[in-house]
């Protein structure tokens, strides 16, 4: 794959290029590291800001810390988020804040949001909408985190919706004791009931078309090297792309939801303006959906007319990881097409 080697003229490209690696570096570690709720993400919402005044918008931090800034007329919103998990990627997120601050600036019309900790279950946006105030139309520009794209050579994807998710946490309970005195016909070890729980996890996710889950936290007590764990507590984060597989993965894994987003079907009329965008750029159109939670599906499911564009994610689709990878013309063409569909949806064009 070559690269776009960026020339004079490109500096509203090397712009946004140069904010992703501010953003990357903030945290420090082998990633992005941005953690929702830490000072990271503070930084990263401050900068943002910053950026925002340059761009001439009106600035304002909501009761729940999401970031906003506004022209004149801002009906239609564009944004992401700036949390990311441990050791992510550089664009996850960060590009749709990044690349929707140009598209407001360069349109003169709508409004971009930075919403706080969507990583650990959409805290912000959630908020955002249960309070009620909002916006005509919302457009999300996001990297894909998947191989679709790039296998379909296509720049940018238009998404058809996104998938349901739960989680939940399990806890284990056994017996402490001794690792070197207690026989092994004599053992209660939490951990081993975990295990089997965690490969039952990949039993039933395998066995429900389109679903997936995933244990990804585990915290074992007392984690002595000798000492046999009395307790385990698990994460589950469980996917399904409708609401019917969804609920008979969760009943399956006995999960009790501390976080469910249900699937959405995102509606045609902001997917028109960008498709609109895509054909007036000969550009192909590819229609997917998404596998990944989203901003854009909690705004969605409050009724707010919600669209997203998925930019090209290379390296085979690789996210929530350091390797995760978009190209700067990938990045260039998505901010023109974002343009266009606010132009139009705000009824400009
Ligand atoms: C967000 O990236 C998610 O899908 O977990
Ligand atoms: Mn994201
Ligand atoms: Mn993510």
Known sequence: MSHKVLCA???????????????????????????????????????????????GLDVAVDS???????????????????DSVPNGGKYDGALGVVAGIEAVE??????????????????????????????????EVHIEQGPVLEQAGAQLGLVTGVVGM??????????????????????????????????????????????VATVGQLEVEPGAVNVIPDRVTLSVDARAPDAHRLRRLAHELELEPEFALEPVTLPEAPRAAFRAELEARKLPLVELASGAGHDAAVLALAGVPTGMLFVRSLNGGVSHSPSELSSAEDIEVAVDVLTGALTRLAGHD
């Open 64 to 82: 729940h810390g999401n970031l906003v800034g506004r022209t004149g007329d801002d009906g239609v919103w564009t944004g992401s988020h700036l």
């Open 166 to 211: 739960v989680r939940g946490t399990r806890i284990f309970e056994g017996a402490p004791g001794h690792a070197g005195t207690v026989p092994m016909s004599r053992r209660q070890d939490a951990l081993v009931a975990a295990a089997e729980y965690v490969l039952r996890v990949r039993e039933v996710a395998a066995a429900i078309d389109g679903a």
């Open 9 to 55: 003229g490109d500096d509203v490209l090397v712009r946004m290029l140069e904010r992703l690696e501010e953003l990357y570096a903030i945290g420090g570690g082998a990633g992005a590291n941005r953690v929702g709720g830490t000072e990271a993400e503070d930084e990263a919402h401050q900068l943002a800001a910053g950026w925002m005044r340059e761009a």
């Open 106 to 139: 360069r349109a003169g019309v709508g409004a971009v949001v930075a919403f706080r900790d969507e990583e650990r279950g959409c805290t912000g946006s959630t908020a955002f909408v249960e309070a009620g105030a909002l916006p005509r139309c919302f457009l």
